[in-house]
């Protein structure tokens, strides 16, 4: 008597990540969530607040930090009325503002853009929606516990598809702390650890990771199709953040950076070198990311400063 045997092919899980580019409108959230939908392998989905829509449009999280809540609170109402979804952001305003006047920090505030980004995905796809506060725990010094994180994080997912927001977690004590700059990929990687993907997809605006600023016009600008995490992080570029990139290594985890205009099109893969991140390689990305850091800061004192005069 033959048996015969029935082949299943292997059923790919991957989170994906989607920035600030990504959904700075809702023409742009509604393109996503039909990207989503259509690729059956994406179960976890990581957003940040929305982006900016122009050159002189300012960045959700200033206008938050300013204490420009009535800006803020428009440009999501705008978003929800453009996609004709079911969300009273108006009431989670004045929730936000209550949530302030007891007490809440600086942090909180500056999470909410991803906060309310999140719930605005969850309900245009109709998956599960997951509060980051509940599942991204963090010590009472302000690192990832990744023994609490890994027990919410599959208590809270369970076998739903669900969306998140990028940025921040919660302190033992239950008070919002953010990840602090390319925190939305510390959220992504975590996630994908966590629950076992087989990639974490970076869905941005670039195709890829270059050699330069694939917006210089240098001729001898190039694309990587395949790289090492310890090649990416001689790179110092910041399509991804460095810290997440060596965590991923770390754990195996492989890092796919795509256009989310075209994530058909060119791409770049992020493979895990062999063994764990050298000290050596840490020590420069601890450089690399105080120098990037220092950078950005300075970039936003000056986006603020402008911001102000408008």
């Given at each position: 008597?033959k048996?015969c045997?029935v082949?299943k092919?292997?059923?790919?899980?991957h989170?994906?990540k989607?920035?600030?580019t990504?959904l700075?409108t809702?023409?742009?959230?509604?393109?996503v969530?039909?990207q989503?939908?259509?690729d059956k392998?994406?179960h976890?989905v990581?957003?940040?607040?929305?982006?900016?829509r122009?050159?002189?449009?300012?960045?959700?999280?200033d206008?938050?930090?300013?204490?420009k809540?009535?800006e803020?609170?428009a440009?999501?109402?705008?978003i929800?009325?453009?996609?004709?979804i079911n969300?009273d952001?108006?009431?989670?305003?004045?929730?936000?503002?209550?949530?302030i006047d007891n007490g809440?920090?600086q942090?909180?505030?500056a999470s909410r853009?991803?906060y309310?980004?999140s719930?605005i995905?969850?309900l245009?796809?109709?998956w599960?929606w997951?509060?980051?506060a509940d599942?991204?725990?963090?010590n009472?010094?302000g690192?990832?516990d990744k023994?609490?994180?890994?027990?919410a994080?599959?208590?809270?997912?369970?076998?739903?598809?669900?969306?998140i927001?990028g940025f921040?977690?919660a302190?033992p004590?239950?008070s919002?702390?953010?990840?602090?700059?390319?925190g939305?990929?510390t959220?992504g990687t975590?996630?994908?650890?966590?629950?076992?993907?087989?990639l974490?997809?970076n869905s941005t605006d670039?195709?890829g990771?270059y050699n330069?600023?694939p917006?210089s016009?240098?001729?001898?600008?190039i694309?990587?199709?395949?790289m090492?995490?310890?090649?990416?992080l001689?790179?110092?570029?910041s399509v991804?953040h460095?810290?997440?990139?060596e965590?991923?290594?770390?754990?195996g985890?492989k890092?796919?950076?795509?256009s989310?205009e075209?994530?058909?099109?060119?791409?770049?893969?992020?493979?895990?070198?062999n063994?764990?991140?050298s000290?050596l390689s840490?020590?420069?990305i601890?450089v690399g990311?105080v120098?990037?850091?220092?950078?950005?800061?300075f970039?936003m004192?000056?986006?603020r400063?402008?911001?102000?005069?408008?």
């Amino acid at each position: 008597m033959k048996i015969c045997t029935v082949n299943k092919e292997k059923q790919y899980k991957h989170g994906v990540k989607f920035g600030g580019t990504s959904l700075a409108t809702a023409m742009l959230y509604q393109f996503v969530a039909n990207q989503v939908s259509a690729d059956k392998s994406i179960h976890w989905v990581i957003v940040s607040a929305p982006g900016r829509r122009d050159n002189e449009d300012p960045k959700i999280t200033d206008l938050l930090m300013n204490d420009k809540f009535k800006e803020v609170e428009a440009r999501f109402i705008q978003i929800v009325d453009d996609l004709k979804i079911n969300i009273d952001i108006p009431a989670e305003f004045k929730k936000i503002l209550s949530d302030i006047d007891n007490g809440a920090g600086q942090d909180y505030i500056a999470s909410r853009g991803e906060y309310l980004s999140s719930k605005i995905m969850a309900l245009l796809l109709g998956w599960h929606w997951v509060d980051a506060a509940d599942v991204i725990c963090l010590n009472s010094i302000g690192e990832i516990d990744k023994a609490q994180t890994s027990v919410a994080t599959r208590e809270a997912f369970g076998d739903e598809r669900c969306v998140i927001g990028g940025f921040y977690g919660a302190m033992p004590c239950g008070s919002i702390k953010t990840l602090g700059r390319g925190g939305s990929d510390t959220t992504g990687t975590l996630v994908c650890i966590v629950m076992q993907a087989d990639l974490y997809i970076n869905s941005t605006d670039v195709d890829g990771v270059y050699n330069k600023d694939p917006n210089s016009g240098d001729k001898d600008c190039i694309r990587y199709d395949s790289m090492t995490s310890k090649q990416f992080l001689t790179l110092r570029t910041s399509v991804v953040h460095p810290i997440a990139v060596e965590v991923a290594a770390n754990y195996g985890l492989k890092i796919k950076v795509q256009s989310t205009e075209n994530p058909d099109g060119g791409s770049t893969m992020i493979v895990p070198s062999n063994g764990k991140i050298s000290y050596l390689s840490k020590f420069f990305i601890y450089v690399g990311s105080v120098i990037e850091w220092v950078g950005q800061y300075f970039e936003m004192t000056i986006e603020r400063v402008n911001f102000i005069k408008r």
